[in-house]
């Protein structure tokens, strides 16, 4: 009977562009599409924030190490990715899921090239919430990663406890915040090299928290494939001090910053 619903909701309520609300039984409409930000680059590898010029790790993933070891992004969330990403979170999950996984795989695919992982994975959410919205968008977006993929979906992390919700927080409150609220459940099977999805990545705290757990239970390499980077308010790579990466130079070939 399902399908008397979906017709029903078809009818009463038809297919509109999660961004722009045109009408046309389309997802996203074209235009929005071809707008959808990119991700800027060059781009810190670890965290996926831009920088002026290719480095190996950008000033704050140099402060502090992520848990993880790559971020792989969309784009920016920003614009229509953005609308799309809210779309994905609060009102209609399981209608966006298909394209939004089907355009990570594929750039997973492009940014990871011969890097092999073993399955992919994702970041929980508290049993109560995931509950009440019925669903977990970043458990969605998985799923249709490793379908693309042809890697096994595994989900041996839990929230141990509820946290409050992250916006608004600094990169320090967010890391307090989770303190201790991700642990990889008893006896579940934790591969040496995993992706590790979620919605958006703002300053990594809760996907770093997620990757160190997966890392104490014998993970060795945890990738993030996140949908959109938002950015941090405080510049994540100022020019000072950047750290080069050897070789690579600018346009001029006098080490100048790219772009
Ligand atoms: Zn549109
Ligand atoms: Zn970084």
Not at 33 to 39: F, I, Q, S, V
Not at 65 to 81: H, I, K, M, N, T
Not at 183 to 209: F, H, I, M, Q, R
């Amino acid at each position: 009977m399902i399908w008397i619903a979906w017709y029903l909701r078809e009818l009463v309520f038809p297919s509109t562009c999660a961004s722009c609300g045109a009408e046309g039984g389309e997802i996203i409409c074209p235009r929005c599409l071809r707008e959808m930000p990119g991700l800027p680059r060059p781009a810190c590898p670890l965290c996926a924030s831009p920088t002026l010029y290719p480095v190996e790790a950008c000033r704050r993933c140099r402060r502090r190490r992520p848990g993880f070891d790559r971020a792989v992004a969309l784009g920016l969330y920003q614009g229509s990715l953005r609308d799309m990403v809210l779309e994905l979170k609060y009102r209609n999950g399981r209608r966006l899921a298909p394209l939004l996984g089907a355009m990570l795989a594929a750039e997973a695919g492009r940014e990871l090239g011969g890097e092999e992982a073993e399955a992919v994975t994702f970041v929980p959410m508290h049993r109560a919430r995931e509950r009440k919205r019925g669903y977990n968008q970043a458990g969605l977006l998985a799923r249709e990663v490793s379908r693309h993929l042809g890697l096994p979906l595994l989900a041996p992390l839990v929230r141990t406890r509820d946290t409050p919700p992250q916006a608004g927080l600094s990169h320090r409150e967010r890391l307090a915040n989770l303190k201790g609220c991700f642990a990889v459940k008893e006896g579940a099977e934790v591969p040496g090299s995993l992706l590790l999805v979620d919605d958006v990545l703002t300053t990594g705290a809760t996907l770093s928290g997620c990757a160190s757990s997966l890392k104490r239970a014998g993970a060795e390499r945890v990738v993030v494939l996140v949908a959109a980077r938002d950015l941090p308010s405080a510049p994540a790579a100022p020019p000072a001090g950047e750290r080069r990466v050897p070789g690579r130079r600018g346009p001029d070939g006098r080490g100048k910053a790219w772009g």
